[in-house]
Structures are given as C-alpha cells and as structure tokens.
C-alpha cells in the first residue's frame, strides 16, 4: 500500500527551529518529486517547498532562507528544516508524492500529486 507519513511536528516558540520528516512506504521516493504543503485553520493548503527526483529545490517567498528541503533516498525520505519560526508558519504540514503528469518534477499546484500524508501539526507560540 502506498503511504506518505509525516512526523516531526510540535509546539515550538517563536524564532525556535523544527524539522519535518515524510517517510514514504510501498513505494520509492528515488524518482518521485516531493512537495510540501501546508493549511493553517480556516484556509486553503498553500505550497512551502518541493525538491525535484534530481535534488533541485524550490521554496516559496515566505520561507526562503528560513526553509530548507532535503531528501534521503536510502531511507526513502524528504525533510524540511524550519528555522526562524513565526505564529504565521502555524499549521498542518503536509507532504505531497506521484504527480501523474510528471512524477519526477515540481509544482506548487495542490492538484499535481496523487499521493498525500496525513499531516503533521506545526504550532509555533508568541
């Protein structure tokens, strides 16, 4: 069975650090590109970093320079390291796997993967 879990999350203050694992199983993560998206309470997923098969990385404005994305294929898992974290980076992460259209490349598009975790909650206090 294809899964993607998410761990690594918690209460943190602001300005702390925290970094997010997604472990994929049945599956490898080798040729895949993977996403990471995120919903605060109220609002809509919202893209934060992608890392191609190829180890390329994009991040989105709000995060660059805080974020970082990585991937360990030998354990067939993609990490994002938080650092400098705001009350506004509060939310459920996500991770985001096998988009149909080109699995190996990113996009920012909730709509490109098929395959996603069960989130893991970000809280960062004042």
């Known amino acids: 069975q294809v899964q993607l879990v998410e761990s690594g999350g918690g209460l943190v203050q602001a300005g702390g650090s925290l970094t997010l694992s997604c472990e994929a199983s049945?599956?490898?993560?080798?040729?895949?590109?993977i996403g990471w998206f995120r919903r605060a309470l109220g609002k809509e997923r919202e893209a934060v970093s992608c890392?191609?098969?190829?180890?390329?990385?994009y991040s989105v404005n709000f995060v660059k320079g805080r974020f970082a994305i990585s991937r360990d294929n030998a354990k067939n898992t993609v990490y994002l390291q938080m650092n400098s974290l705001t009350p506004d980076d509060t939310a459920i992460y996500y991770c985001?796997?096998?988009?149909?259209?080109?699995?190996?490349?990113?996009?920012?598009?909730?709509?490109?993967?098929?395959?996603w975790g069960q989130g893991t909650q970000v809280t960062v206090s004042s």
């Open positions: 985001a796997a096998v988009a149909p259209r080109a699995p190996s490349i990113c996009s920012f598009d909730v709509g490109w993967y098929a395959y």
């Open positions: 049945g599956f490898s993560l080798r040729n895949n590109a």
């Open positions: 890392i191609t098969s190829e180890g390329s990385t």
